[in-house]
């Protein structure tokens, strides 16, 4: 019976004996794998831990990389922002420079009236129509001028001036800016021969009016006349000042 005993007593304690070994082995080899650094599960988690600081290395690297492109981007705004800038001012240069009437009409100091001293002025007859003479006024100051009514004509030593062709007058007063021309037409003698028997004059004096009917402007000019001189009868008459040359020789 203590055989038995014995016997049996051995095969149960061999089981306990072979997890006791098991387990000592699993130990041993759980310590070798904390020393040396490997091991499955540490390895992996190693791994893990290795590749997930990499993966923020990158994307600290990548949001640097972000970051340095927000600096070129605000570079790029203040570029921008700067040629926006220089732009307006080259627009304002343009604007206050670039145009070739200096001159504000509606300032009342960049005005004047008209006369000899700011203008130039010719006067040529035309082939047509018939017996008719141009005066042209160029404005050759720096201001806007305005040429009030009509132009007193004197031909020669006459003490009067022709009559005004009344239905001639313009809507408003012809103004020029520096560079432009005005005109006015002159009835030389009448085609029929209704108007009298004429004289040649060769000289001709030209005043301007202000802005009251009939008073002085200034200066007046003397353009030169033909050397033969302008043949005038009774008929001779004068227009308004007028914007273009086609106005001042329909009547």
């Known amino acids: 019976m203590r055989t038995l005993r014995t016997a049996r007593s051995a095969r149960a304690a061999r089981p306990v004996r072979l997890l006791a070994v098991t387990g000592a082995a699993l130990a041993a080899l759980t310590l070798t794998a904390c020393d040396n650094g490997t091991g499955t599960r540490d390895e992996g988690s190693a791994g893990g831990s290795s590749s997930s600081s990499r993966s923020t290395g990158g994307a600290g690297t990548s949001g640097d990389t972000a970051t340095g492109g927000s600096t070129s981007t605000g570079g790029s705004t203040t570029g921008s922002s700067t040629s926006t800038g220089g732009g307006s001012t080259a627009d304002k240069a343009s ?16 005005r004047v009236t008209c006369n000899g001293s700011d ?3 010719t006067a040529q007859p035309v082939p047509r129509p018939l017996n008719h003479m141009l005066i042209t006024v160029k404005n050759t100051g720096s201001k806007h001028c305005d040429l009030y009514y009509n132009p007193t004509v004197r031909f020669g030593e006459a003490q009067s001036a022709p009559r005004v062709i009344e239905e001639s007058q313009p809507q408003a007063v012809v103004t020029l800016a520096p560079g432009e021309s005005g005109y006015a037409g002159v009835l030389l003698a009448a085609a029929d021969g ?7 004059e060769k000289k001709v004096v030209i ?3 202000g802005a009251e009917a009939g008073s002085d402007a200034g200066s007046p000019a003397s353009p030169a006349l033909p050397a033969k001189g302008v043949y005038i009868d009774n008929s001779v008459a004068v227009t308004y000042w007028q914007p273009t040359m086609e106005d001042a020789l329909q009547y």
């Open 194 to 200: 209704s108007g009298g028997e004429g004289t040649t």
């Open 119 to 121: 203008t130039t002025v």
């Open 95 to 110: 604007s206050a420079g670039g145009t070739s009437d200096p001159s504000d009409p509606s300032d009342p100091e960049d």
């Open 207 to 209: 005043h301007f009016q």
